[in-house]
C-alpha cells in the first residue's frame, strides 16, 4: 500500500533537507491503528523539525506533522473500527514518532480520540492542536475563577495558531479580549475574531522595571513566555491568573515573586503533548460546541506538502498568520 510522505533527511555533514517520496506502510511505526490521513496542520514545532532547528527530531528520517485527522483504515482495537474518523495531538507524534505529513500514519490507539460529531476533518485540523492547546487555558483560567464581566482578558501571541483560537473562543464566551501582535496588518484579523482592543506587542516587549505596575488584566493566555509574561505578571488584577502555553519568546522568566505574594497571581502551566484521554476528549467536544466554527475560514490558510518547507522557515520568523492546514490526501 504505497503512500505520498514528506520525509525529512538528515546527511552527513548535518545539512537538513525535506522530499516529496512514496513509501509503503511497512516503513511505518508499530501501533494498533492504521489510518488514512486526510489533514494535518503546520505548528511552531512544526518548523523546528522541518528545518531541524531547536533539536526536537533525533531520529532521521523522519516525518513531521505533530497532528493529524483522517479515517480508520484497519485497527486491533476494539475501540475503533474502519471508517472511523480520528483526530491526533500530542504524544511526540512528528518530533519521535512519525507524525501527518504523510497519506498513512499508524498509531497507538490511546492517542486518538474519536473526532466529535459535528466537525470536519478539516475543521478539526483548522483547530488543531493548537486550538486544543487554547481550550485547555480557556478551562484551567475558568476552574481558577475567570467569569466574563470581570474585566479584561489578554491574549498575547494572538495573531499566531494558539493565540487566534483563544481569542475567538474567548469572544464567543462573551469576555472581553484584548490581543497583542506585533504586526499593525493583522490588526483587522484580530478584531473580526472578536477582539476588542489591540495591544502592541513593544507595550509589554521589554522586562519589568518594577514589580507591580497597574492592575490591568484579570486573566490571560500567554503563547509567548519570556520578558512579555514577566511584564504581564505586573499587570494582573490580584487573583488573576496566567495560562502559560509556549516558550517562543524563551524560557528565562526575569520576574520577582512579588506579583504572587500581593496579587496572589497564578501561573498555569498548560501543556497539550501528554493530556489524559478524559480531558483531550472533553477538550475536544467543548471546541465543537464554544468555538464559532464560522470564523475558522477566517484562521485558515490551506496548504500542500510541497508547500511545507517553505512554511516551515517563515513560521520560525512569525511570518505565518493564524492557522496553516495541510491537505495531506492531496499529495
Not at 503512500?3 to 509503503?24: N, P
Not at 474585566?151 to 475567538?168: E, F, H
Not at 489591540?198 to 519570556?226: F, M, N, Q
Not at 520577582?256 to 502551566?269: A, E, K, Q
Amino acid at each position: 500500500m504505497p503512500f505520498t510522505a514528506l520525509l525529512v533527511e538528515k546527511a552527513e555533514d548535518g545539512a537538513i533537507s525535506q522530499k516529496l517520496t512514496t513509501l509503503d506502510v511497512d516503513r511505518l511505526p508499530e501501533g494498533e491503528v492504521l489510518i488514512d490521513v486526510e489533514y494535518s496542520t503546520l505548528n511552531y514545532k512544526d518548523g523546528l523539525c522541518l528545518t531541524g532547528a531547536g533539536g526536537l527530531v533525533r531520529n532521521f528520517p523522519h516525518v513531521p506533522g505533530i497532528d493529524y485527522a483522517g479515517t480508520v483504515a484497519e485497527s486491533s482495537d476494539a475501540r475503533y473500527k474502519p471508517g472511523d474518523k480520528v483526530v491526533l495531538t500530542g504524544w511526540r507524534v512528528g518530533e519521535v514518532v512519525w507524525g501527518g505529513y504523510a497519506q498513512k500514519a499508524r498509531a497507538k490507539a490511546d492517542w486518538l480520540v474519536p473526532l466529535p460529531g459535528g466537525l470536519t476533518t478539516r475543521q478539526a485540523m483548522a483547530i488543531g492542536t493548537a486550538g486544543l492547546t487554547s481550550m485547555l487555558a480557556v478551562t484551567a483560567l475558568e476552574a481558577h475563577g475567570l467569569r466574563p464581566g470581570n474585566g479584561p482578558v489578554l491574549v498575547t501571541g494572538a495573531a499566531g495558531g494558539v493565540g487566534s483560537v483563544a481569542v475567538a473562543i474567548l469572544a464567543h464566551l462573551g469576555y472581553e479580549v484584548a490581543a497583542v501582535t506585533g504586526r499593525p496588518e493583522t490588526e483587522d484579523y484580530l478584531r473580526g475574531l472578536g477582539a476588542t482592543r489591540i495591544v502592541p506587542r513593544e507595550d509589554l516587549a521589554d522586562a519589568p522595571t518594577r514589580p507591580l505596575d497597574k492592575e490591568t488584566w484579570t486573566g490571560c493566555v500567554d503563547a509567548v513566555g519570556g520578558t512579555m509574561l514577566a511584564r504581564v505578571l505586573t499587570q494582573m488584577k490580584y487573583g488573576g491568573s496566567v495560562a502559560a502555553v509556549g516558550l517562543a519568546g524563551g524560557a528565562k522568566l526575569p520576574a520577582t515573586v512579588v506579583p504572587f505574594l500581593l496579587r496572589g497571581v497564578n501561573i498555569l502551566g498548560i501543556d497539550s503533548v501528554m493530556q489524559p484521554y478524559e480531558a483531550r476528549l472533553a477538550a475536544w467536544r467543548r471546541l465543537s460546541t464554544d468555538l464559532p466554527l464560522e470564523k475558522l475560514d477566517a484562521m485558515v490558510e490551506e496548504a500542500k506538502l510541497a508547500d511545507l518547507p517553505e512554511l516551515g522557515a517563515a513560521i520560525l520568523k512569525g511570518g505565518v498568520k493564524g492557522r496553516v492546514v495541510v491537505d495531506v490526501k492531496a499529495g
